[in-house]
């Protein structure tokens, strides 16, 4: 009987402290997501190029651009990311890869004209030692209706 309370006990402490692992590392992908936004707004190339896999890829509404394309039409303010509304957001992580879904209403400049627009972003992020790299960003088109399911 102490035996089978003490393997219910640990059982227990075990789930408890994952989901707290989960929990944390979750509330650590929505910061760094933020601080991406922030970063892309301010147009700060060198903490997005840390951040950014080398291998790492963005899908826009007008093309597919790996890390030095996006980087340089950030720094060129091709397109400027000036403010990002953040509505939902919701993570999944599966091992060494989190998933996070952000419904943004995006303020940019692109090409020289102001556009708000509503998406979903994906961001991919897979953790390499002790740091989390992003390996995909996709924006898709939405309404303001969208819900992402938690």
Do not use: P
């Not at 890390?67 to 060129?76: F, H, M, V």
């Not at 400049?109 to 996709?138: C, H, I, M, P, Q």
């Amino acid at each position: 009987m102490k035996k089978s309370i003490i393997s219910l006990f640990l059982i227990i402490l075990s789930a408890q402290w994952s989901f707290a692992q989960n929990s944390a590392t979750e509330q650590k992908i929505k910061d760094l997501s933020k601080e991406k936004w922030q970063w892309m707004a301010d147009k700060n190339v060198d903490k997005l190029a840390a951040l950014f896999h080398d291998k790492s890829k963005f899908v826009h509404m007008s093309g597919t651009w790996k890390k030095q394309e996006e980087l340089d039409i950030i720094k060129s303010g091709s397109i400027w990311y000036k403010k990002a509304d953040v509505h939902d957001v919701a993570v999944e992580i599966v091992d060494d890869t989190a998933i996070l879904w952000n419904r943004i209403t995006l303020t940019a400049v692109v090409r020289g004209s102001d556009a708000v627009t509503e998406f979903t972003v994906t961001e991919v992020y897979k953790k390499l030692g002790n740091d989390w790299k992003l390996l995909a960003l996709t924006f898709s088109s939405v309404r303001d209706t969208h819900q992402i399911k938690h």
